[in-house]
């Protein structure tokens, strides 16, 4: 039986051969994300403060957000276009479905479809006023963003988490994972010299602005979290996450906050299940391999070996494509597919750090 996970390398630092052309300019962004979980309603409250550099020589008069979510919703551009896809004959004269997808969106019920509602967001401490086009916020700007300047938004959401039909969301029919979080906040779309990219979601969408993330994630103390970046309160959570020989002191109450930082990524992702078993091992002095499964679809004995593969594959990745500096590799179990790495991705479904 094939393996099923994810992998997520995080990086703290990145040499590359060559420097970047001095006539470009990238976007950078820093998340502060706080968010209460509540594993009953599969729903969530969040408050994001967002700093946004304009590196670029342009005036920008208006930002735009991605919602993800809201794709998961009966006659959504993605449910149109999936079943469309359905009745059209392709090669061999069969259906061209994504057997992810197929007719899966129309019949959600209302518990189980996703969301993300936008209940307030200022700039620079100033009202602002948006519109939501399903998967897209467009966020008409009181005052500009100049070339070279540097704002501040501050948003309140609600999310609902729906069953996972694609890469993101709850209760996943072939894992039995709880929750496999990726795509899951209000993300900025990214502006380079093309302009902004507002894209849809309605069958793959992954750019983004590199930055930094710290996001706290208040869930239920009975789940088992793993999530891009470093956990900065190990001692508090437990779960074999804390400093060997340190004793676990957990804060009273039936929710645990798990608080991860993450330098120079695309995007944050997270994963929570109460089942979760969780595996790490020290490959050197500055590397931990942890591996987090559930063995519903391959046995413990088999998921456990990945750790093994990983160890010596970190030695040739090194030595062949680059060398770098990491703290942490996550592995998680998601779904079915073919495996591998190259440079940091993963072969089959790639997402910058998180696949």
């Avoid at 679809?297 to 090194?318: C, G, H, M, Q, V």
Wanted: charged fraction near 25%.
């Amino acid at each position: 039986m094939r393996k099923i996970f994810y992998l997520v390398i995080i990086f703290s630092s990145i040499s590359f051969l060559s420097a970047a052309q001095p006539d470009r300019w990238q976007q950078k962004v820093k998340y502060v994300m706080d968010i209460d979980m509540n594993v009953q309603t599969n729903q969530f409250t969040g408050k994001q403060k967002l700093e946004y550099w304009n590196n670029s020589p342009d005036t920008l008069t208006k930002v735009f957000y991605h919602l993800y979510f809201n794709a998961f919703q009966p006659g959504s551009m993605m449910d149109v276009r999936s079943r469309r896809q359905g009745a059209v004959n392709g090669a061999g004269v069969r259906s061209d479905w994504d057997s992810r997808v197929k007719d899966r969106i129309l019949n959600l019920k209302p518990d189980e479809i996703g969301y993300q509602k936008i209940l307030s967001l200022k700039m620079n401490g100033k009202p602002q006023s948006f519109k939501v086009l399903e998967t897209i916020l467009e966020v008409k700007l009181d005052k500009p963003i100049l070339p070279r300047s540097k704002v501040v938004f501050d948003m309140e959401f609600e999310a609902q988490v729906p069953l996972q039909i694609r890469r993101s969301g709850r209760d996943n029919p072939t894992t039995k994972v709880r929750y496999s979080m990726s795509q899951w906040y209000p993300k900025l779309c990214e502006y380079d010299y093309e302009g902004w990219h507002p894209t849809p979601y309605i069958a793959r969408e992954f750019y983004g602005v590199w930055g930094e993330y710290d996001v706290s994630i208040k869930i239920d103390s009975k789940y088992i979290l793993g999530g891009t970046g470093y956990l900065q309160n190990p001692d508090q959570i437990g779960y074999g996450y804390e400093t060997p020989g340190a004793k676990v002191k957990r804060p009273a109450g039936n929710k645990l906050t798990w608080k991860f930082v993450a330098p120079n990524v695309h995007d944050f992702m997270w994963a929570a299940d109460p089942e979760f078993i969780h595996k790490s091992r020290k490959v050197n002095d500055s590397v931990t391999l942890n591996l987090l499964y559930k063995p519903t679809n391959a046995t413990a004995a088999s998921w456990e070996k990945i750790l093994d593969d990983a160890e010596r594959a970190f030695p040739y990745i090194e030595k062949n494509l680059w060398r770098l500096s990491v703290q942490a590799i996550l592995i998680y179990s998601w779904r079915r597919w073919r495996y591998g790495i190259s440079n940091g991705y993963f072969i089959g479904n790639p997402r910058c750090m998180v696949t």
